[in-house]
């Protein structure tokens, strides 16, 4: 069983400080996605990452994909209340259902 | 492009009664997948269908059931509720990776409370 560890799984911090987040796995993955859910909300796609190795920036949010395809790191510079919400990793496969963490809830304290 | 659409947002049902709940993929989507989401368990996945055949199923008793029309909508059908079954159920629908991956883009979802 393919299974996804995010962590920490809650992260209370002030606006303006840096963070990161880890997803990690034994099992190797096609790609790996990363979502934020408000409350109450669908998950919404942030970004897709799918080459070992491989960086990509969203404005402050800057996502890594480890070179064996098994883990993945969301690093949030200078954190806003904005960036409040549950992110989730989720990890692919061929046809196989996504595999998805429990996710972190963050919470940036104005 | 329109987003994945779930209807309805809210539903409020009785033990032993059964629910319907629908979602519109995104145009061209041909795999659709349920998920139900508790506070407790994260997002726990139900079954998928792709171009109207199951194509993966979750461990969920055979209450919960769905199917896909020739237009890619999906519905999911839960039977003889139980007060367990209150969660937030989402749809999503996906798009294949030229890699083998899949990205997958959910709907707001629908909050059923069974009381």
């Known amino acids: 069983t393919q299974l996804l560890e995010q962590s920490p799984q809650f992260l209370s911090i002030q606006e303006g400080e840096n963070l990161t987040v880890y997803c990690n796995s034994s099992s190797v993955f096609s790609s790996l996605q990363w979502y934020r859910q408000e409350p109450g909300e669908g998950p919404v796609l942030l970004v897709t990452v799918v080459t070992g190795g491989e960086v990509k920036k969203l404005k402050r949010l800057t996502f890594q994909f480890g070179d064996a395809r098994k883990d993945s790191s969301l690093h949030i510079t200078a954190a806003q209340p904005g960036d409040t919400g549950l992110y989730l990793c989720?990890?692919?496969?061929?046809?196989?259902?996504?595999?998805f963490g429990k996710g972190t809830r963050l919470s940036v304290i104005a | 492009k329109a987003g994945v659409t779930q209807t309805p947002r809210y539903l409020i049902k009785t033990r032993g009664q059964q629910v319907t709940l629908s979602c519109s993929p995104i145009?061209?989507?041909?795999?659709v997948s349920w998920y139900q989401q508790t506070p407790g368990q994260g997002l726990q996945f139900l079954f998928e269908?792709?171009?109207?055949?199951?194509?993966n199923k979750g461990n969920f008793p055979g209450r919960f059931s769905g199917r896909q029309f020739s237009n890619s909508r999906s519905e999911m059908n839960v039977s003889t509720l139980e007060l367990g079954d209150s969660a937030l159920y989402l749809c999503?629908?996906?798009?294949?990776?030229?890699?083998?991956?899949?990205?997958?883009?959910f709907g707001q979802g629908t909050r059923l409370t069974v009381v």
């Open positions: 989720a990890g692919a496969q061929g046809n196989t259902p996504l595999v």
């Open positions: 145009s061209g989507h041909r795999s």
């Open positions: 269908y792709f171009s109207e055949t199951q194509r």
């Open positions: 999503a629908s996906s798009l294949a990776l030229g890699h083998g991956g899949t990205e997958a883009f």
